[in-house]
């Protein structure tokens, strides 16, 4: 069956760095693999989409890489700031979305 | 952009008793709703999909005579959790595709605030 697995379940690094958030699934080939952002107690929030044949999208100050051959997703957060802390799913494409444990990023000052 | 609104927020029921959640699509029509259910710590893992005029589908494992679904309008859509249980506690979240009208280019879904329901 398909299964995603993000590998950290918290993250915590200190304001300014780059945080790098990973995505790996199994079993499966998505035509493409989103990221959101929740808050606690909060629904999801969209922030990117990459296709399979895309291998890096930006948006201000992130970056998400696609390698479907790892089968793998990177979401990077560059000069992290305090109010980028919260849990950031990704999420596969399929019949619905299937969505992963999500990492929570803890960026301190 | 799209904005989808979830109610109650909050809601606390004894056991055995039914409760419902509304799902709007404030500013579009979906003809498709899904529903999801978060544990603490654990990810959103799809109950149905909802689809306007017709019968939910339902996953795997989730019981549809307990999780009723209706989705009567272009707009709205309901899961009523009957005869709840302390187990039924959760987070209950449903989200809409904008993809239809032309509210989004790609896949993205639009999450409503979710409904945190405690079954005492």
């Known amino acids: 069956s398909q299964k995603i697995e993000q590998n950290s379940e918290a993250l915590n690094i200190q304001e300014g760095k780059t945080a790098t958030l990973t995505c790996n699934y199994t079993?499966?080939?998505?035509?493409?693999l989103q990221w959101y952002r929740q808050d606690p107690g909060r629904g999801p929030v969209f922030l990117l989409l990459?296709?399979?044949?895309?291998k890096e999208k930006r948006k201000e100050r992130l970056k998400v890489t696609f390698d479907t051959t790892l089968k793998q997703s990177l979401f990077h957060i560059t000069a992290s700031q305090p109010a980028d802390s919260a849990t950031y799913l990704c999420?596969?494409?399929?019949?619905?979305?299937?969505f992963g444990k999500g990492t929570t990023l803890s960026v301190s000052s | 952009g799209a904005v989808v609104s979830q109610h109650p927020s909050r809601v606390i029921c004894k056991s055995g008793t039914s409760v419902k959640i509304e799902c709007r699509s404030l500013?579009?029509?979906?003809?498709?709703m899904f529903w999801y259910r978060q544990f603490p710590k654990q990810s959103l893992m799809l109950m149905a999909t909802?689809?306007?005029?017709?019968?939910?589908?339902?996953e795997q494992g989730v019981e549809k005579d307990k999780f009723l679904i209706n989705h009567a309008s272009l707009t709205l859509s309901t899961l009523t959790v009957t005869s709840a249980h302390p187990e039924d506690s959760s987070f209950y979240i449903c989200?809409?595709?904008?993809?239809?009208?032309?509210?989004?280019?790609?896949?993205?879904?639009?999450f409503g605030e979710g409904s945190r329901l405690t079954v005492l």
């Open positions: 989200s809409a595709s904008a993809f239809e009208v032309g509210l989004q280019a790609d896949g993205e879904l639009f």
């Open positions: 079993n499966y080939s998505p035509a493409y």
């Open positions: 990459i296709r399979e044949n895309e």
């Open positions: 999420a596969l494409e399929g019949t619905a979305l299937i």
């Open positions: 500013d579009f029509q979906a003809t498709t």
């Open positions: 909802s689809n306007e005029g017709s019968k939910a589908t339902y």
